[in-house]
């Protein structure tokens, strides 16, 4: 090999790291990465809430039982088909453990990696948006968010809702021209996985696919994207929708909770978050899982006719419940032993990670605030905004809970960019 050849690879992998600010997004990553692993290393939580069934799940399919009732009754021999809980994140631990084995350091490992790729990927979009120093500003202060930060070793669905959230955002977003059939499959099939995870990710397919392409595009090209991209999302979920059908007592399209969690956020005694429902609630007696779906379904319906205008006033509660604080990641912390808090300490810690999630949402906010002469939302922004609104109506109609904004944040980070640049446009300005 000649010399000349040898000295012009470290020039090629500059060249590829300037370009298009790669540099900046490994920064991000590892910064990321660096500081989710040194809290997880140090906290090292157990499962705890949902996790605890979350984990029984992966452990059932990563031993080859399947998606079955051994979340709820730990009996090596129960292998009776479920479909309570989504299987998404479930599957995705399951196949973690069957790679590197049952242990904490797998479980705590995986949250860790892909809370991070979440936000080099938000980055990435964000460059598209607002290239240079707004971007890594905006990545940067995701990646260093506590509630984020705090949750990503946890056994609980936001983090790898988010980054495949992220990733479908990123396919969408990454190609100026606009994402061509490629990319726009890759959107769909992240969503379709997000789907597993929380079926309201069906919700955004149409509307992210078609908002994120170029301002030029014809009405036609958006319906396109979208149809693509819709069909990518729900087609794969099929076969498991056929497996419902076959294996419990009625089909259901992803899980049989949505009844239920209409009716938490329903029922009279109601107050926008969850709450266990109880046999004085109703279904007293109702047995199998898409009947008991039915039937709390009717409970959730019957207690909205009655009082609409109360379900309604409830909807602010709920939005209030899922944006105003952080408080989940540190009682799921409390609840799992990692940190030996009392109430106090707890309220303290609730309102210490809660200022930086405000200040970061307060910039997204502020990046949708027109005044003159500030440019239109680029496609990529739109789109996060309008699949954002999106989330949150479902926990509107359903209920609320801090824990929920986390898997948005990286959709968030274009918007914090936009804020970021005009922050630098005004400082140079003065």
């Known amino acids: 090999m000649s010399i000349e050849h040898e000295?012009?690879?470290?020039?090629?992998?500059?060249?590829?790291?300037?370009?298009?600010?790669?540099?900046?997004?490994?920064?991000?990553f590892l910064f990321a990465l660096a500081l989710r692993a040194i809290v997880a290393s140090w906290?090292?939580?157990?499962?705890a809430w949902d996790g605890v069934l979350y984990e029984r799940g992966g452990q059932a399919i990563g031993r080859g039982m399947g998606y079955v009732t051994y979340m709820f009754v730990q009996r090596s021999s129960d292998t009776v088909p479920t479909a309570f809980y989504p299987v998404g994140y479930p599957a995705f631990l399951g196949l973690v453990y069957r790679l590197f084995g049952e242990s904490r350091t797998a479980l705590h490992g995986s949250g860790v990696l892909v809370s991070a790729l979440s936000v080099a990927l938000a980055h990435r979009v964000a460059h598209r948006v607002r290239p240079g120093i707004p971007a890594l500003l905006a990545g940067l202060f995701a990646a260093a968010l506590p509630g984020s930060v705090l949750f990503s070793s946890s056994a609980m669905t936001e983090p790898?809702?988010?980054?495949?959230?992220?990733?479908a955002l990123w396919a969408l977003a990454r190609d100026p021209r606009g994402a061509p059939t490629a990319w726009l499959v890759v959107a769909g099939l992240s969503l379709s996985l997000a789907t597993y995870v929380r079926p309201q990710a069906l919700l955004v397919a149409p509307v992210l696919a078609a908002l994120a392409r170029p301002k030029d595009s014809s009405l036609a090209s958006r319906a396109r994207a979208a149809v693509i991209v819709t069909l990518f999302t729900a087609l794969p979920v099929l076969p498991w929708t056929a497996r419902n059908c076959r294996s419990i007592d009625g089909c259901a399209f992803v899980s049989t909770n949505g009844g239920s969690n209409l009716a938490i956020g329903a029922v009279p005694r109601a107050n926008g978050r969850y709450l266990a429902l109880t046999a004085d609630d109703g279904c007293r007696g109702v047995v199998g899982e898409t009947a008991r779906d039915r039937c709390w379904r009717g409970v959730?319906?019957?207690?909205?006719?009655?009082?609409?205008?109360?379900?309604?006033a409830l909807g602010a509660v709920k939005l209030d419940?899922?944006?105003?604080?952080?408080?989940?990641?540190v009682g799921y912390l409390r609840e799992a032993r990692a940190l030996p808090f009392d109430d106090a300490r707890e309220q303290r810690w609730r309102r210490a990670i809660t200022r930086p999630w405000r200040a970061f949402l307060l910039l997204a906010l502020l990046a949708l605030v027109p005044f003159a002469g500030?440019?239109?939302l680029p496609p990529a922004a739109i789109a996060a905004t309008a699949a954002t609104l999106i989330v949150l109506a479902t926990h509107v109609v359903f209920f609320g809970g801090d824990r929920y904004h986390l898997a948005l944040v990286p959709w968030l980070v274009p918007l914090v960019a936009l804020s970021f640049r005009d922050v630098i446009r005004w400082f140079e300005a003065v």
């Open 7 to 28: 000295s012009a690879r470290p020039h090629a992998v500059r060249s590829w790291l300037v370009a298009e600010a790669r540099a900046h997004t490994i920064a991000v």
């Open 43 to 47: 906290l090292a939580p157990e499962p």
């Open 160 to 167: 790898l809702f988010g980054a495949l959230l992220a990733v």
């Open 300 to 312: 959730a319906r019957e207690s909205i006719r009655r009082d609409p205008v109360r379900w309604l």
């Open 321 to 329: 419940h899922t944006l105003s604080y952080e408080a989940f990641p």
């Open 374 to 376: 500030r440019s239109k």
